[in-house]
């Protein structure tokens, strides 16, 4: 992700907001020097949304983060992934979670995440699932009753 994606990512989390959290230049920036990753996803040609994670010992100042630094020492947090609803159901979300994975391998033995209970993501609750994600808490943050979710990856 370079400067010149900021307002595309910007205008995705706007798009989202009520499934992340609000996001403005400033965080985003904050965001991505605290970061493992920050990327844009394309599909043939074409930018269709974003990713960020953050790896163990980020000084992310997530909740949802913490709760997982608590608990894991080693370990890649997803944190944000947005991807275009044009664009859904054709395998972008199975190579974008693919290559995470595998980066999440060499961070450590964990990848986490959070989806949101209320308001219910179902079809990202499904995703993960099918995945092989397993929710090993709830926790409550900014109005957001959220699953967190690991996969042992090693």
Same mark, same amino acid.
């Given at each position: 992700m370079t400067p010149a994606d900021h307002a595309a990512v910007?205008?995705?989390?706007?798009?989202? &907001? !009520?499934? /992340?959290?609000?996001?403005? !230049?400033?965080?985003?920036a904050e965001l991505l020097a605290w970061s493992d990753l920050g990327a844009v996803i394309g599909h043939q040609g074409v930018d269709v949304g974003f990713v960020l994670t953050f790896a163990a010992g980020s000084a992310y100042d997530s909740t949802n983060?913490?709760?997982f630094a608590d608990r894991n020492p080693a370990f890649l947090y997803l944190d944000r992934v947005v991807v275009d609803p044009a664009v859904?159901?054709?395998? &972008?979300a199975t190579r974008v979670y693919d290559a995470i994975e595998a980066r999440a391998r060499s961070r450590g033995p964990v990848m986490c995440l959070e989806v949101n209970l209320d308001p219910p993501n179902e079809p990202s609750l499904a995703f +993960? +699932?099918?995945?092989?994600?397993? =929710?090993?808490g %709830?926790? =409550?943050? %900014?109005? +957001?009753?959220?699953?967190l /979710? =690991?996969? %042992?990856?090693?």
């Open positions: 910007l205008s995705w989390n706007e798009a989202n &907001v !009520e499934l /992340l959290s609000p996001l403005d !230049e400033a965080r985003l983060y913490r709760w859904r159901r054709s395998g &972008v +993960h +699932h099918r995945r092989g994600y397993l =929710e090993v %709830q926790e =409550e943050a %900014q109005g +957001h009753l959220v699953s /979710l =690991e996969k %042992q990856l090693g």
